[in-house]
């Protein structure tokens, strides 16, 4: 999972309630991306960002919020809107530039709802 | 737009058998394409990549994969398979031009039996 950590491992949240995941990455990478993961359905892409202090809406943006106000992280914030967050959160970056960039990801972070 | 088909849910093989999973896609533009492997509670581990040239690409653990332009296909191989490499094999792709993240694959779990 090299230089991409995520936290926590687990999370919970109760009805109403937001909840931020945290993406730090040590590789120096420009862009990090969020992604969720459900079962048989792959990964769809939530938000990306390609330099601080700009991001971009991914398929599945609605009821999600990020911020980059640093490139080392990335946080994703769950919204009380998100009305099935239940899923396996992934973070990944990447060299923000023309070419086959690679995308590391982390562990992830499983969210369920109480 | 571009998108991936992975067309088989799962794929079972024998230990030591040859594998196959299969990936087809589609771009505007010349693609960059990818393989990962996500093994359970696990974030997703690079394996290879095609760029240009050689369509057959050498990889991680002893896989391959055999780029097809006419068929616009993308396959990932191994002569023989081992217990071990029992996981959730992704195929991603985005257009050589760009920035744009990549695009991922419904994954294919492959299970092999010893």
């Known amino acids: 999972d090299g230089g991409i950590t995520q936290s926590p491992k687990y999370l919970f949240r109760k009805e109403g309630q937001n909840v931020t995941l945290s993406c730090e990455q040590n590789?120096?990478?420009?862009?990090m991306y969020w992604y969720r993961q459900d079962p048989g359905q792959g990964l769809r892409l939530i938000y990306y960002s390609q330099i601080v202090n700009d991001f971009q809406k991914g398929d599945i943006a609605e009821g999600y919020s990020v911020s980059r106000e640093k490139k080392e992280s990335f946080p994703l914030t769950v919204t009380s809107a998100q009305k099935n967050p239940t899923a396996f959160y992934l973070c990944?970056?990447?060299?923000?530039?023309?070419?086959?960039?690679?995308?590391?990801f982390g562990a992830g972070t499983r969210l369920s709802v109480l | 737009a571009q998108s991936v088909a992975q067309p088989e849910d799962q794929v079972n093989v024998a230990e030591g058998n040859p594998l196959t999973v299969k990936c087809t896609y589609s771009?505007?533009?010349?693609?960059?394409l990818f393989w990962y492997v996500q093994y359970p509670n696990r974030g997703l581990q690079f394996l290879l990549k095609?760029?240009?040239?050689?369509?057959l690409v050498k990889g991680s653990y002893g896989f391959e994969a055999e780029f097809n332009k006419s068929q616009t296909s993308f396959h990932l191989k191994k002569p023989s398979a081992l217990v071990s490499d029992s996981a959730l094999y992704f195929c991603?792709?985005?257009?050589?031009?760009?920035?744009?993240?990549?695009?991922f694959g419904k994954g294919t779990r492959l299970s092999v039996i010893a």
């Open positions: 991603a792709v985005r257009v050589n031009s760009g920035n744009t993240p990549l695009v």
């Open positions: 990944a970056s990447s060299i923000s530039r023309g070419g086959p960039n690679i995308q590391y």
């Open positions: 590789l120096n990478h420009d862009a």
């Open positions: 771009v505007s533009g010349n693609p960059y």
């Open positions: 095609y760029i240009t040239g050689d369509n």
